[in-house]
């Protein structure tokens, strides 16, 4: 082992020992996942993939001012195994998989801990994504709000879906959880109602759907407006379940009422009850696709 590897060990080892939780515990909470275990075996990842992954299974989400120790370890791996190239290309993978802004404050901390071993262009890639996510979502936060306040005027009952609720109900702050659409479900009584009412919010909605099998699709056209150079997507769903499903979940077929929460300072706004929620959450992540994205994975652990 070379002085510098040793320093960056020694610096990993000094902070394992300043954690409330000691490596072999942190070893055992993260036990469910075999890329963790990796790290604290010395086993080599494959690509940025496995690295991403293996901090993601790592994350505490509620205590971002603790670097959990397998994140620390995952790291070194990376570091002592010389392949650039795994955290190179981590931030591109992490904002494919949705995670860069979830993950950020990890990076930080460990690249102010152990520097020889996070690349500074590593750190600011994740800090400026973080950054770009956390503006587009005060942006998205006040288009709910107006698009709440609006339905509720019109009298028309809206759930919604997806990152719009997850962000306030299973993580620490809603630009973590990052989202390209406003996805909301009406009832499909509702459904022309709905789109006046979106219009007159600003959305310009597609005259019709851009794929080939647009009779059977599962929600409106899509609808869309720029806010400060930031383009707002609004899907409006008459069914939260793709039309490939053995099931459907629309207003007529929830299996319990809808369950209100607090969305920061914002109007209240509803959500799944937690039955329809899982239900939703799983065929969503695992609906066909070139590959799962991670957040997906990672609403199902946390909820």
Same mark, same amino acid.
């Given at each position: 082992?070379?002085?510098?590897?040793?320093?960056?060990?020694?610096?990993?080892?000094?902070?394992?020992?300043?954690?409330?939780?000691?490596?072999?515990?942190?070893?055992?909470?993260?036990?469910?996942?075999?890329?963790?275990?990796?790290?604290?075996?010395?086993?080599?990842?494959?690509?940025?993939?496995?690295?991403?992954?293996?901090?993601?299974?790592?994350?505490?989400?509620?205590?971002?001012?603790?670097?959990?120790?397998?994140?620390?370890?995952?790291?070194?791996?990376?570091?002592?195994?010389?392949?650039?190239?795994?955290?190179?290309?981590?931030?591109?993978?992490?904002?494919?998989?949705?995670?860069?802004?979830?993950?950020?404050?990890?990076?930080?901390?460990?690249?102010?801990?152990?520097?020889?071993?996070?690349?500074?262009?590593?750190? !600011? =890639?994740?800090?400026?994504?973080?950054?770009?996510? @956390? +503006?587009? /979502? %005060?942006?998205?936060?006040?288009? &709910? $709000?107006?698009?709440?306040?609006?339905?509720?005027?019109?009298?028309?009952?809206?759930?919604?879906?997806?990152?719009?609720? !997850? =962000?306030?109900?299973?993580?620490?702050?809603?630009? @973590? +959880?990052? /989202? %390209?659409?406003?996805?909301?479900? &009406? $009832?499909?009584?509702?459904?022309?109602?709905?789109?006046?009412?979106?219009?007159?919010?600003?959305?310009?909605?597609?005259?019709?759907?851009?794929?080939?099998?647009?009779?059977?699709?599962?929600?409106?056209?899509?609808?869309?407006?720029?806010?400060?150079?930031?383009?707002?997507?609004?899907?409006?769903?008459?069914?939260?379940?793709?039309?490939?499903?053995?099931?459907?979940?629309?207003?007529?077929?929830?299996?319990?009422?809808?369950?209100?929460?607090?969305?920061?300072?914002?109007?209240?706004?509803?959500?799944?009850?937690?039955?329809?929620?899982?239900?939703?959450?799983?065929?969503?992540?695992?609906?066909?696709?070139?590959?799962?994205?991670?957040?997906?994975?990672?609403?199902?652990?946390?909820?």
């Amino acid at each position: 082992m070379d002085p510098q590897t040793e320093a960056v060990y020694a610096t990993l080892t000094a902070s394992a020992k300043r954690n409330e939780r000691s490596v072999v515990d942190c070893s055992n909470h993260c036990g469910a996942d075999n890329l963790t275990r990796r790290a604290f075996a010395g086993e080599e990842f494959a690509d940025s993939y496995d690295v991403l992954r293996a901090l993601l299974a790592s994350y505490e989400g509620g205590r971002e001012n603790v670097t959990p120790d397998g994140a620390r370890r995952t790291v070194f791996r990376c570091y002592e195994a010389q392949r650039p190239e795994l955290l190179a290309n981590l931030a591109d993978e992490a904002e494919y998989h949705g995670v860069a802004p979830l993950l950020e404050p990890s990076i930080s901390a460990l690249a102010r801990e152990i520097p020889e071993a996070i690349p500074d262009d590593v750190r !600011l =890639a994740f800090v400026a994504l973080a950054s770009r996510h @956390r +503006r587009a /979502t %005060v942006l998205r936060e006040k288009c &709910i $709000d107006q698009l709440l306040a609006a339905f509720a005027t019109a009298g028309i009952p809206v759930i919604l879906l997806k990152g719009a609720a !997850l =962000a306030h109900l299973i993580y620490p702050a809603p630009e @973590r +959880r990052p /989202t %390209v659409d406003i996805d909301i479900l &009406i $009832d499909s009584v509702d459904e022309e109602r709905a789109v006046l009412t979106g219009s007159g919010l600003g959305y310009a909605f597609a005259p019709r759907h851009g794929s080939r099998f647009a009779g059977r699709m599962h929600h409106l056209p899509a609808a869309t407006m720029t806010k400060s150079g930031f383009r707002i997507s609004l899907e409006i769903h008459l069914d939260a379940m793709s039309p490939d499903a053995p099931e459907s979940l629309t207003f007529a077929t929830l299996s319990a009422k809808p369950r209100p929460f607090q969305r920061g300072s914002g109007p209240q706004g509803l959500a799944l009850d937690h039955t329809d929620m899982l239900r939703h959450l799983v065929r969503h992540a695992f609906e066909p696709s070139r590959r799962v994205r991670l957040k997906h994975l990672y609403d199902l652990r946390c909820y």
